[in-house]
């Protein structure tokens, strides 16, 4: 029941993150139990995290808006335009 109730917390808290922050999030966490479950030793769930993150939000970024990329003008504000083929 416990496990029922942390997944539906944890489902909860994703619904209303955008692309970017869902995949970071679930990257964060299939990154810790992987890097966990492989060395038996929290650094290793912590280094799992770290780059599960990244590559989960790097994932969802490009999901979110397909053909777009982020960019920054000279004032430091970020837009989007059609990436560079």
Known sequence: MK???VFFLVGLSLAS???????AGIGAASGAV???AITNDVRGAA??????????AL???VAGQPGQCYYRDRNGRRYTAPCPR
């Open 59 to 61: 994932i969802g970024n």
């Open 17 to 23: 993150c955008t692309a970017t922050e869902r995949g």
């Open 47 to 56: 280094v799992g995290a770290a780059i599960g993150g990244v590559s989960g």
């Open 34 to 36: 992987i890097g966990g």
């Open 3 to 5: 496990k029922l109730l």
